[in-house]
């Protein structure tokens, strides 16, 4: 039988494959991403967040935050990101560059209405995420749903790396190519 890590179209539908599988199993390793953006000093940030979800149709990518986080700012500043994932099991690591958009209000209401009650807390605290406190203790979870943002990756360019017992296989697949991949040098 052919190994998915071995074929280009069989290595991209393992990768979506494996992006749905976080969306939908907390355990799943692409279920906690690393998200990168570009700090407002003009160095890198990064951080995990929770991937929301993974549709192949529409190469889109989605990450909830509260509004007034640090990275909202730096993504409407830049909004070129990297979301990155370790997959152990499957040898497999993920690059995915794409280009965010901050979608809150009225266009996000289903996803908030969705949203479990004490999840959100999550959304409006006070003061906002990254405020210098006196204690840790000083400050207060609030439910604002106006605070609920919607990171939402358009993805430009997926790069995997598969370490393989045999060899390393490195891949790139574009959107501007109609997501035709190409092998890279390891
Ligand atoms: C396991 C885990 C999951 C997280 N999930 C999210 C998330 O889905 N969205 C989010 O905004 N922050 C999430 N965070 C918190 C971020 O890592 C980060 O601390 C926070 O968003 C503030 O980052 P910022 O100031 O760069 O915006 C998570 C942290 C951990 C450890």
Sequence with gaps: MTEWHTELAATLDEVWRRLAHGVADACAPARHPALATVGRDGGAEVRTVVLRAADRATARLDVHSDGAAGKIDEIRAEPRVCLHVWDPAGNLQLRLRATAEIVTGAAVAPLWAAVPTPARANYGGTP?????????DDHA???????????????REIETLHLGRDRHRRARFRADTDWRGTWLAP
Excluded: K, M, Q
């Design 128 to 136: 906002a995420p990254g405020t210098p406190i006196a204690a840790p």
């Design 141 to 155: 979870a609030r439910v604002d749903a106006a605070r609920f943002a919607v990171v939402s990756c358009a993805l």
